[in-house]
């Protein structure tokens, strides 16, 4: 549908590199897969929209975003999806050079992946402690 040819498009532009022009399509099509209820295809077009607007350092916009995937996953009752989500925000936070905030988000994917025994525990935990250390000696 319409969407899916937004989205196309989005993705053209950000392979060519033009990630403003991208925007635009990213928006009209996260607005239509909301309104068809296409929950899937409006993760996916966040999830794009966001890289954008981290690719050209606009972390304000991109925290909007990831805020809106959040409360998406929340609303979905989609525990995985929400502390990926917290994750991301943590990193977002880091780059931001906010560790303290980076690391309250990214620990409750870790909490959570401890609870489950995912496989990516051990790697996550790594990175979690050295920003840990990092914000100690900051």
Same mark, same amino acid.
């Given at each position: 549908?319409?969407?899916?040819?937004?989205?196309?498009?989005?993705?053209?532009?950000?392979?060519?590199?033009? =990630?403003?022009?991208? +925007?635009?399509?990213?928006?009209?099509? +996260?607005?239509?897969?909301?309104?068809?209820?296409?929950?899937?295809?409006?993760?996916?077009?966040?999830?794009?929209?966001?890289?954008?607007?981290?690719?050209?350092?606009?972390?304000?916009?991109?925290?909007?975003?990831?805020?809106?995937?959040?409360?998406?996953? +929340?609303?979905?009752?989609?525990?995985?999806?929400?502390?990926?989500?917290?994750?991301?925000?943590?990193?977002?936070?880091?780059?931001?050079?906010?560790?303290?905030?980076?690391? =309250? =988000?990214?620990?409750?994917?870790?909490?959570?992946?401890?609870? +489950?025994? =995912?496989?990516?525990?051990?790697?996550?935990?790594?990175?979690?402690?050295?920003?840990?250390?990092?914000?100690?000696?900051?």
């Amino acid at each position: 549908g319409e969407g899916s040819a937004l989205k196309g498009l989005a993705s053209c532009l950000i392979a060519l590199e033009q =990630h403003e022009q991208a +925007i635009e399509p990213l928006l009209l099509a +996260i607005n239509i897969f909301q309104m068809a209820g296409s929950r899937e295809d409006e993760k996916s077009a966040i999830n794009s929209l966001i890289n954008v607007y981290t690719l050209l350092e606009q972390y304000n916009k991109a925290m909007e975003y990831y805020q809106q995937a959040l409360e998406n996953a +929340i609303a979905d009752n989609d525990r995985i999806a929400e502390v990926e989500a917290e994750w991301q925000i943590g990193l977002l936070y880091e780059k931001m050079d906010d560790p303290n905030e980076a690391i =309250h =988000h990214m620990q409750q994917l870790v909490n959570f992946y401890r609870e +489950i025994y =995912h496989e990516d525990l051990k790697e996550r935990e790594a990175y979690l402690d050295k920003l840990k250390e990092k914000a100690r000696w900051n």
